[in-house]
Every structure is written in C-alpha cells, then in structure tokens.
Nanobody, 112 residues
C-alpha cells in the first residue's frame, strides 16, 4: 500500500524558486518511476514531470521544460521538484504520484 506525503509548497514572487518534496513509503521506491502532477483551480490535472527508477531519465511537460527539474534520492525514498523562474500560471496544487496512489498535495502560489 503506497503512501505519499508532499511538502515544501508556499507563496513565492514571480521569478522566484521553490523545491517541494514527496516522501514515499509502503512500496519498493527504488524500483519505480515517479511523477509530479499539478492542478490549478478550474483546470484538469496536468502531468508536470516524470523520473525513472534510477533517476537517470526525466521528462517534462512543455509548460515547465527548462524551468523545472525533477530528481530523487532513493536512500531517502524522496522525490523533489526544483522549480525556477516561477510564473503566476504555475500556481496550482502539486501532487506526487505512483500508480493509483496520490499524496494530499502541496499548494504553490506565485504572486506579487
């Protein structure tokens, strides 16, 4: 039974940075790819980034490519999403995902 707990969201000004994290438990974390999604008010949930089990490969949505970097620490069962050059349109609840399991989300608000 997978469990995912996000943290590290917050309020940041445009152009700023945040690095939310997601702690995983209940499954063999190092054997599985992981994903970050986000959902803005009134919009569908959007895939932001994926990372392979070893961390050697990543993929990003077009809207965040070049600004966001996903990484993982398999010793700590944790994935990270480094977000740079943040824009108001990045405002959303960010969710960690593995198969059918989701975290509770962490709110990221980009506003001056």
């Amino acid at each position: 039974q997978g469990q995912l707990v996000e943290s590290g969201g917050g309020l940041v000004q445009p152009g700023g940075s945040l690095t939310p994290s997601c702690a995983a438990s209940g499954f063999t974390f190092s054997a599985h790819a992981m994903m970050w999604y986000r959902q803005a008010p009134g919009k569908e949930r959007e895939l932001v980034a994926t990372i392979t089990s070893t961390g050697a490969g990543t993929n990003y949505g077009d809207s965040v490519k070049g600004r966001f970097t996903m990484s993982r620490d398999n010793a700590k069962n944790t994935v990270y999403l480094q977000m740079n050059s943040l824009k108001p349109e990045d405002t959303a609840v960010y969710y960690c995902n593995w198969r059918r399991f989701w975290g509770q989300g962490t709110q990221v608000t980009v506003s001056s």
